[in-house]
């Protein structure tokens, strides 16, 4: 069986090469439980989940990573997000009933978007690059040679019980002699299955794939879901609205009603917490005093 909720990073030992696994299953059905996605959704929502553990990976980002597709197609949006302790969240939103088929028809126009955002009153950085390819794999391909110019291998797969994904890169800096080796391991890590990814845990896998080879498999790392949202939060984000759409809204109900899109968890602000709002009294003590 494969690793359970974790990634394991490789590393060729004699190859200017490295990669990541990745395998969720109990964090992945969290994610489904929070809505009811058609099944086109969930295969992309699944690979790009599956791909955001990789990035946080790969890229080596001690922040915040936020993975986003935004599109005009019946898939309008997808977002993962990636905390530097290894929880995420995700979700989809789309219109109708999408028919399953390649990314460009359930997207349509759309771009790749990757933001990076490390707290601490920083400016977050943010990648975008249009939405290429007929999967996500081969768009997140095109992402890192034309925003990072490090040749990359993406396999991903999602199903109902599990999403899994390994991500293959050139080290940089490798010469012009490892071009041949970086050919080869690209050609092998093509003729991965889908259900192999989903079913061969990590060391399986890579003897599968690179048996010929000589490489080292780390400690797996493991992943859990959780979801940032909290009531300080959702209390900051009616601050921002603004007075006077704050002061319409009191005036129209007695309770405004505030439910979180990644795990549906609901908060409830009354005239009371309102009226703090609107005072400026955003931290959590004055709206929940009573």
């Known amino acids: 069986m494969p690793d359970r909720d974790s990634l394991r990073r490789f590393l060729f030992e004699h190859l200017d090469a490295r990669g990541e696994i990745v395998h969720l299953d109990a964090v992945w059905r969290t994610v489904l439980e929070r809505r009811d996605y058609p099944p086109a959704v969930r295969q992309v ?3 790009a989940t599956a791909a955001a553990a990789l990035l946080s990976a790969a890229i080596q980002f001690d922040g915040l990573m936020t ?9 309008r949006l997808v977002v993962v997000q990636v905390t530097p302790e290894r929880t995420l969240r995700a979700l989809a939103r789309w219109d109708g009933e999408p028919a399953t088929g390649p990314l460009r028809e359930l997207c349509g126009d759309g771009a790749l978007i990757l933001n990076l955002d490390s707290g601490q ?10 939405l290429r390819g007929e999967r996500l794999a081969e768009a997140l391909e095109d992402y890192f040679e034309r925003s990072e110019q490090l040749p990359t291998r993406i396999q991903l797969t999602a199903d109902a019980q599990a999403a899994a994904g390994l991500l293959l890169q050139r080290l940089p800096d490798a010469g012009l002699a490892s071009q041949e ?11 991965l299955r889908p259900q192999e990814l989903l079913e061969l845990d990590a060391a399986a896998l890579l003897r599968r794939l690179f048996h010929e080879e000589d490489v080292r498999l780390f ?5 859990g879901y959780r979801c ?8 900051a984000m009616l601050y921002a609205l603004g007075e006077t759409e704050l002061r319409e809204t009191a005036a ?11 795990c549906g968890q609901r ?17 959590d003590a004055s709206i929940t005093r009573h």
């Not at 993975?67 to 898939?75: E, N, T």
């Not at 940032?228 to 209390?235: G, H």
């Open 45 to 47: 929502l699944g690979e």
């Open 67 to 75: 993975l986003q597709i935004q599109a005009s197609g019946p898939l």
């Open 121 to 130: 009153g920083r400016e977050p950085y943010q990648g975008v690059v249009s």
């Open 181 to 191: 080796d970086w050919n080869r391991l690209s050609l092998l890590t093509a003729t």
């Open 219 to 223: 400690k797996p790392a493991a992943f």
């Open 228 to 235: 940032t949202c909290s009531r300080e939060r959702t209390a």
């Open 252 to 262: 129209k109900q007695d309770t405004l009603e505030v439910d979180c899109e990644f």
């Open 267 to 283: 908060y409830a602000f009354d005239a009371i917490d309102l009226s703090g709002l609107l005072a400026g009294a955003a931290s």
